[in-house]
């Protein structure tokens, strides 16, 4: 049971150049999240979705799109990437109600040049 | 809009001691949960405790424990008998609880806890 796992750990991009950042869960989650971490922000939620082929706006969406194509995967992806999205980007997922815990995936860290 | 507030970016404290880091929030909303989560340098999110608002009781997971004042809304983190894998970035959050649907969770901005040996 491998949890919430992202690929890749860190990338390096050029100003333009555009990326996509997977995350998958083998718990059987219905939902999933993905954040950004910037120093002295706390976590940002950028989009959300409560299940397979759903998504929604988080607080941070702009400059990104996410795909959730199949329950275990959540794709993040930057069209055309700028040096403000240089952050470290989280995953998470899970179970529907309030009270449950968001399982975290080790993170992401992204460079943008 | 509900906010999270940790006034203190940095907290230190002495190996086997007790630390309590604060946290603040704004709602006028009810039904919520409230947690805390604990981010080592090795960047996972760990929850270390959680709330429910509805319960006067206060959480409590081994060393650690709320104290939790709603009216005030406040909700600090204890830690009790520090230990050096302690050290960590602390994240309070809030979630609105719609009765079915909830709502997303909001981080404060974290305060970093040393532990001195």
């Known amino acids: 049971n491998a949890g919430v796992t992202q690929t890749p750990k860190f990338r390096v991009l050029k100003t333009g150049q555009s990326m996509t950042l997977l995350c998958a869960q083998d718990?059987?989650?219905?939902?999933m999240y993905w954040y950004r971490q910037d120093p002295g922000m706390g976590l940002r939620l950028i989009h959300y979705?409560?299940?397979?082929?759903?998504?929604a706006k988080g607080e941070v969406p702009d400059g990104y799109n996410v795909s959730r194509l199949k329950k275990q995967n959540f794709l993040l992806g930057l069209e055309s990437a700028a040096p403000s999205q240089t952050s470290v980007y989280f995953c998470a997922s899970s179970v529907p109600g309030g009270r449950e815990t968001q399982y975290f995936g080790p993170g992401t860290r992204l460079l943008v040049l | 809009a509900q906010t999270v507030t940790q006034s203190q970016p940095e907290m230190s404290v002495q190996e086997a001691e007790t630390v309590t880091l604060s946290c603040t929030y704004d709602?006028?909303?009810?039904?919520?949960?409230l947690f805390w989560y604990k981010q080592p340098p090795s960047r996972q999110m760990i929850l270390v405790i959680r709330?429910?608002?509805?319960?006067?009781q206060n959480a409590t997971e081994n060393r650690f424990s709320v104290n939790f004042q709603k009216a005030a809304k406040s909700f600090s983190l204890k830690i009790s008998d520090s230990q050096l894998g302690d050290a960590a970035m602390y994240f309070c959050?809030?979630?609105?609880?719609?009765?079915?649907?909830?709502?997303?969770?909001?981080f404060g901005k974290g305060t970093k806890l040393s532990v001195k040996p």
């Open positions: 959050a809030y979630r609105h609880d719609y009765g079915g649907s909830q709502g997303n969770l909001i």
């Open positions: 709330q429910e608002a509805y319960k006067q």
């Open positions: 979705s409560v299940g397979e082929g759903t998504t």
């Open positions: 718990m059987n989650h219905e939902y």
């Open positions: 709602t006028s909303e009810s039904d919520y949960y």
